[in-house]
């Protein structure tokens, strides 16, 4: 009894732990933002609006967050629509070392990143000229991001009933119009899944924007809050703060939006 007990104690001790150690940081980043004079401590904002009319007034402040929307959300798209196509080729065609070819594809995306293979992507954009392009970066952020969700879509694909495509099939149905209106709706919650995945991953992406775009009005907000320091290197905090806040926002909403449609319960095949 005693070290059921003790068991107990120490459970909720961990999780009370662990619960601060997330919880903390978010109190600071609400409440620093409608301070004055914000600290690194989390204390009671005196609620003003000052903070904010000043990253507004930040000539690159807005612009970058719809930046960080464009590229994430045309990132997105690529992944979406070119795995989606792959993983049911894959999916219906069987080929010789099929899965071995996606477990490769697989580990070589896990061990080559974007740091690694940074200096032959940076000679290839500026041999196709896609320096300082939005465009050029959106395919070389979907380029890293492809094999992973081809892999995770395929299963979502193997799930789903044959059986309706060859239904539409005898009806003369062609593939694309297969795919668009028979697998399609199937395997939306899994479209769901990459679609999130990706934006996720582009939107807090900062190596690659940074290298790859000059121009700082075309620079997303991970680039633009690395120059929300002073000369000297230190933080500024009543700007970061709030900068941070309006970074959060788009992500919260789409969490939001996420939880209300699918509850994160995401299936392959046929949702029950």
Known sequence: MTRFVLGRIGFSTLIAVLLAFFTLP???????????????????????????QTILEHPYALPSLYNSLVLSVGTALVVVLLAALAAYALSRVHLPGRDVLLYILLLLSSIITGTAAMVPLFQLAVDLQLIDSQFGLILILSGGLL?????????????????YEESAR????????????????????GLATIAVWSVANVWGNFLMPFLLLRDVEKQPAAVIMYTLYTEGGQANLRLLSTFGLLYSVPVVVMYLIVSKKYGFRFHGGIKR
């Open 26 to 52: 978010l109190l600071w980043l609400a409440s620093a933002p409608l301070t004055s004079d914000p600290t690194y401590k989390v204390s009671v904002p005196d609620f003003t609006w000052e903070n904010f």
């Open 147 to 163: 094999p992973a969700a081809i892999f995770m879509l395929k299963d979502f694909m193997d799930a789903t009933p044959k059986s």
């Open 170 to 189: 005898v009806f003369g149905a062609t593939p694309l119009q297969i795919v668009r209106h028979v697998v399609v709706p199937l395997v939306r919650p």
